[in-house]
């Protein structure tokens, strides 16, 4: 499922209702680890793409089948594919910057992340592991989903 975003800041809102109610029909609760950490991952790589591109971008997430399968783990993608052929770059910025933190919360919080070249574009993705299928599992599996800090800032997702 995919859903393509003008290059409007104003659309950043847009293509987080847009998750949630993508995950919420998978059955991932909005309240869920996963689903908080996933939304806020569309904001930073949506973002990024509006602002740094000034071009329209495509939303797409992949879904397990179903919460109730029986697999132990099941893997939430999110791609966003833009027409900037330029390379993702983590930068450093101190305390007083406004920005620049956002690929440093995707490698934060996501269990894998990448990007590659698509046509005269590139794809940027990360990737969420769920764990399903048990009762006393955290929500949430693997390396993502701990505590990020940043110079002036704590995020943690619990």
């Known amino acids: 499922m995919q859903l393509e975003v003008r290059p409007d800041p104003s659309e950043v809102g847009r293509a987080r209702r847009w ?7 998978a059955g991932i609760q909005a309240d869920e680890p996963l689903a908080e950490t996933l ?11 509006v602002v740094h591109t000034g071009s329209s971008a495509v939303l ?5 089948g179903s919460v109730a ?4 783990e099941a893997t939430v993608r999110l791609e966003v594919d833009d027409a900037s052929d330029r390379a993702p770059v983590p930068r450093c910025v101190n305390g007083e910057a406004t920005g620049g933190r956002g690929l ?4 934060g919080l996501a269990d894998r992340w990448g990007w590659s070249r698509e046509g005269t574009g590139k794809r940027i993705w990360c990737e969420l592991d769920r764990c399903a299928g048990r009762e006393d599992a955290a929500p949430v599996c693997g390396s993502g989903g701990g505590a990020v800090a940043f110079e002036g800032f704590a995020f943690e997702v619990v």
């Open 69 to 72: 399968e029986e697999s132990e």
């Open 19 to 25: 998750a949630r109610s993508r995950l919420a029909g």
């Open 104 to 107: 440093a919360l995707v490698d």
């Open 39 to 49: 939304v806020l991952l569309v904001s930073e790589l949506v973002t990024n793409a």
């Open 60 to 64: 797409r997430l992949v879904l397990p």
